[in-house]
């Protein structure tokens, strides 16, 4: 069971929403659509299910062209940001809801309603209606009716988006579960790179309507194709200075450099961008080789157990993720120091040239 995008685009009234993309999802896996607002992947998602016809290629389920056949003939269940039950149904009629509507019999659609309630923690809930549910429960709800299909393709739009931490916290935990119940093929769209590694799977990173990567989630985080991926899969975005080689040494501005080791030491002469995730910068420990950057401190952001500090360094703006709540007074010069073990370097056109040593030992 496979799904594959073939050249697939999408422009609406001039505009492209999606570039040309060639994608091929496989039975029993979960891959997440990961990307900032408006990147692509609800539109990306639409042509996936047929609810939107693409400009150019071609959907292909399990080597048969399915592009212009209606979603209701195909496998496919898909559950939104905005939960969608039916107020005046029991939890057991709206999750029966989608057989009632495919002509299933009585007898079958009791087992799978039970089948789905159970998986999703709600048969003690059946005869409830929706808005009796706290906000996970009913979300749950949602989930069952699109498992309740039986569908090959199951694609989640941000679901979890609209919950509490404590509800979200508590569905990415069982999400993974029934995604191995199901043994379907999961499309997950999130914005957010933590939900990305927490559900594992395979990961394809958009930006403004292409997939700049796709491959097994910790892979892409750990080894970003370029720096567009890099900035896409880091929470806050990934920092970046322009550096310079020169014979054996990376030169960070007049007074910085590290040596040039490893696969840096291959590196032609000439200038190339650094970029480096906002967990790395410290401002207390660091290794004894780490590089120190003298900064202005702009802004603090503290969220209880961790301090998020905004930074310029030189004009540009950096921002560092550091453990603990530290009193710092904003406007004032701020030491800071990297460990040259997690330093990324990229050429001018942004493409990977040699990933940070700290992931290819990971």
Known sequence: MTLELRGVSKTVSGQTHIHPTDLTLRKGTMNVLLGPTSSGKTSLMRLMAGLDLPNTGSV????????????????????????????????????????????VDRGEIDRR???????????????????????GQQQRCALARALVKEAGLVLLDEPLANLDYKLREELRAEIPRIFEASGAIFVYATTEPEEALLLGGNTATLWEGRVTQFGLTPDVYRQPADATTARVFSDPPMNFLQVVKTGDRLMFGERQSIPATGGLRSLQDGVYMTGFRPNHLEIRAHAPDAIRFETRLTVTELTGSE??????????????LVHGVHDLKPGTPLEVWLDPRHVYVFDRDGALVAPAAYAMSA
């Open 60 to 103: 292909i389920w399990n080597g048969e062209d399915v592009t212009g056949m209606r979603v209701q003939d195909r496998r496919v269940a898909m559950v939104y940001q905005q939960f969608i039950n039916y107020p005046s149904m029991s939890v057991y009629e709206n999750i029966a809801s989608p057989l009632r509507l495919m002509g």
């Open 113 to 135: 309603v039970r089948a789905s309630a159970e998986m999703m923690q709600l048969t003690p809930m059946l005869d409830r209606k929706p808005l009796e549910l706290s906000g």
């Open 307 to 320: 301090t998020f500090v905004h930074l310029d360094h030189a004009g540009e703006s950096w921002v560092g």
